[in-house]
């Protein structure tokens, strides 16, 4: 909320609706520019519907509640209203993947990253962090287009130590490394990195790499990141692989010479409930389950090589 206060503060298009959520967080932005704030109460195909007309008005709305709410009760909207007409209106979900494990199903965003992305016209990303996050805010306004922005639940920690190099569809490497590559985006990247530092306490050097873009990709960048590597790990806290099969639809001959393992959330444990920690580690996506599977997929390859 920050990044996008400071940019309203020299851009008058930014504008900020609500459904009904966000309080403790919105405030800094309604309090300082309440003639660019709404709240359309609980009724996300109305705020869709407002924000397409403020959009078409001149404005750059974004839509703001937890990420089943502003996605799959309005979709149509979304879909009709705003990347049929390639409107520059973004939507913010908080609270992706299990971030809100205890309320439940109801609230899990975890088919929202693939349905977001096969909408024409819409930019899909999922930042790993609150630098990432600013750093997303900035360039979603400059590009003026459909977005769709998948957030954590708030209060994650940063993983960078200062802003990468944030280009739409470019990933940024957050560890150097040459045997194996884990790859991801959102929160999760938290879990990988310490996959990594686990990986690395026995001799196995992971490269872990970061897309806070799901879709589109830029083609080279995706040539220079998976170049020389012969085993990726997807690891993605959502049903299925969604960053997996945008890479493989933009990049395919990536992995002719590439071992790709898949980890997502377990669709079997979707009736389970607890914290998010405790449901991704039902899923193997805590970071000893990552690393885990990785030492797995190792020996069992050096014993198909060794028969």
Not at 185 to 201: C, D, K, V
Not at 203 to 220: C, K, M, Q, S, Y
Request: glycine share 10%; hydrophobic share 45%; charged share 20%.
């Amino acid at each position: 909320m920050d990044a996008l206060s400071a940019v309203a503060a020299s851009d008058p298009r930014p504008f900020l609706i609500t459904g009904d959520l966000g309080f403790s967080v919105l405030e800094r932005f309604r309090d300082k520019y309440p003639e660019r704030f709404l709240n359309a109460g609980v009724a996300e195909q109305n705020m869709t519907g407002l924000a397409a007309g403020l959009a078409l008005a001149g404005h750059h709305p974004f839509t703001y509640s937890i990420a089943n709410f502003p996605t799959l009760r309005c979709l149509e909207q979304i879909r009709n209203d705003i990347c049929y007409h390639n409107l520059p209106v973004c939507i913010v979900a908080v609270g992706g993947g299990v971030a809100y494990g205890a309320a439940g199903y109801s609230h899990h965003a975890v088919e929202d990253l693939a349905i977001m992305r096969a909408l024409d016209g819409m930019t899909v990303l999922a930042p790993a962090d609150p630098i990432e996050t600013a750093c997303a805010v900035e360039a979603i306004v400059a590009a003026g287009r459909p977005t769709y922005l998948r957030l954590g639940k708030g209060g994650e920690p940063n993983l960078h130590d200062s802003k990468p190099d944030f280009f739409i569809g470019k990933p940024v490497t957050f560890r150097a490394g040459e045997e194996v590559c884990l790859a991801g985006s959102g929160p999760i990247l938290g879990n990988m990195l310490a996959a990594a530092t686990e990986l690395a306490r026995h001799g196995v050097n992971a490269r872990v790499l970061g897309f806070h873009t799901i879709w589109p990709h830029d083609r080279e960048a995706l040539r220079t990141a998976f170049r020389g590597l012969r085993d990726i790990f997807f690891v993605e806290e959502h049903l299925g692989n969604p960053l997996f099969a945008s890479v493989a639809e933009t990049l395919p001959e990536s992995f002719q010479n590439t071992r790709v393992h898949l980890l997502s959330l377990d669709r079997a444990q979707k009736h389970a409930l607890g914290s998010r920690d405790y449901l991704l580690s039902l899923s193997g996506l805590h970071p000893e389950g990552i690393a885990e599977h990785v030492h797995r997929a190792l020996a069992s390859h050096r014993m198909s090589v060794q028969v």
